[in-house]
């Protein structure tokens, strides 16, 4: 499977990119790669490493209060960040709901984020006009994506707020911050206020900038982040509850 991801990426011109944002699902990578798994994960890391490359992984882990440990605090949202915190030199951004593992020459970019985890100095806004692009890696686009709530924080809608959490950041067993925001339904209950992709994605997967390879039976998508945070700014200009049940 890694020859085969690296002629798609040289391809797609992905290996042109200077950072990788990565939404992964390993367990495809997995059934297929059951002699050594951790090595050929490290082999598709350092596919991307070895040209330079910085790769962006979300290391989410929702502490909403109590204490969150930079060095600590395990990610929620699958196996990658995991274990790139054990295996590889790395910087995590401080939020404690939505940080950020980087590894690679320029992974400090995740340092010295602004409190709000969807801000103007947030990592969605700190990736734009900076050659990024999306690798979804066999994880559905259907899914989502953050960026949107990045697109709609930057339009102020009606139905998420900047809410405070009072958890302690701490790094090295040194407290380093708390107070640290994210972009939050109003109105938690209400259904027709949940998050959805429904209304946008079959016209997303048929835009040009979007690249579908098909590998054992699922997908792998690859996509500019400049274009697609146009894209979504835009779909939300035309419709203010594009991303929500509304």
Same mark, same amino acid.
């Given at each position: ?20 944002y ?27 490493l ?17 204490e ?34 980087a ?18 100095k ?47 950041? @701490?790094?090295? %067993? /040194?407290? +380093?911050?708390?107070?640290? =925001? ?5 109105? #938690?209950?209400? !259904?027709?206020?949940? @998050?959805?992709? %429904? /209304?946008? +994605?079959?016209?997303?997967? =048929? ?5 579908? #390879?098909?590998? !054992? ?30």
């Amino acid at each position: 499977m890694i020859k085969k991801l690296d002629q798609v990426f040289k391809k797609t011109g992905l290996y042109n990119a200077t950072y990788i944002y990565i939404y992964s699902d390993f367990r495809i990578f997995f059934e297929n790669n059951k002699i050594n798994p951790e090595k050929k994960v490290n082999s598709f890391l350092n596919l991307f490493l070895d040209k330079g490359i910085t790769l962006i992984i979300p290391a989410f882990s929702y502490t909403t209060k109590g204490e969150f440990h930079l060095e600590k605090t395990r990610s929620k949202v699958g196996f990658l960040a995991n274990y790139v915190m054990k295996k590889f030199q790395y910087e995590r951004s401080e939020h404690p709901l939505f940080s950020f593992v980087a590894i690679g020459k320029k992974r400090k970019i995740v340092k010295r984020i602004g409190k709000s985890a969807f801000g103007r100095k947030s990592i969605h806004h700190k990736l734009f006009n900076k050659n990024t692009f999306f690798l979804n890696f066999f994880r559905p686009l259907k899914k989502g994506n953050t960026l949107v709530h990045h697109i709609e924080q930057m339009k102020n809608v009606n139905y998420r707020y900047d809410k405070k959490f009072n958890t302690i950041i @701490f790094k090295n %067993k /040194k407290k +380093i911050g708390s107070n640290f =925001k994210a972009y939050v339904r109003t109105f #938690v209950h209400k !259904k027709e206020h949940k @998050f959805t992709f %429904k /209304k946008i +994605i079959k016209k997303l997967v =048929k835009e040009n900038f979007m690249i579908k #390879v098909k590998i !054992k039976n699922s997908n792998i998508y690859i996509y500019n982040y400049d274009i697609f945070y146009k894209f979504l700014k835009k779909a939300l200009q035309k419709d203010r509850y594009v991303f929500i049940n509304k």
